[in-house]
């Protein structure tokens, strides 16, 4: 079992930033995979970006491509989203993920990943 923790969600203006952290606990080895998903309200949730876990192999979507960076503290169990030059569109619940699967299996497939945190609310608006 497997137990993710989200911070650092908040509200902020176009162009500002924010860092999201996610916490794992539990049985941790097995994890190869975590990314950051988010939903916005009507809207199907999407993969925003996935690292490998060790490697440190990163995966964006197109959307935050040069916007977002996604990286690992082994030491801490944590990963974390920078995000810069946000926009209106980035506003949504972002949601941390695992699984056993390497990402470069679907890493954006969001019935592949096994745990799941409560999600954190970033809101971009003026």
């Known amino acids: 079992q497997v137990k993710l923790v989200e911070s650092g969600g908040g509200s902020v203006q176009p162009g500002g930033s924010l860092r999201l952290s996610c916490v794992a606990s539990?049985?941790?080895?097995?994890?190869?995979?975590m990314a950051w998903f988010r939903q916005a309200p009507g809207k199907e949730r999407e993969g925003v970006a996935g690292i490998a876990i060790g490697p440190g192999r990163t995966y964006y979507a197109d959307s935050v491509k040069g916007r977002f960076t996604i990286s690992q503290d082994n030491r801490k169990n944590t990963v974390y989203l920078q995000m810069n030059n946000l926009k209106p569109e980035d506003t949504a619940m972002y949601y941390c993920?695992?699984?056993?699967?390497?990402?470069?299996?679907?890493?954006?497939?969001?019935?592949?990943?096994?745990?799941w945190g409560q999600g954190t609310q970033v809101t971009v608006s003026s």
């Open positions: 993920a695992s699984k056993n699967e390497y990402c470069r299996h679907s890493w954006r497939d969001r019935a592949r990943y096994k745990y």
């Open positions: 539990g049985y941790t080895d097995g994890s190869n995979c």
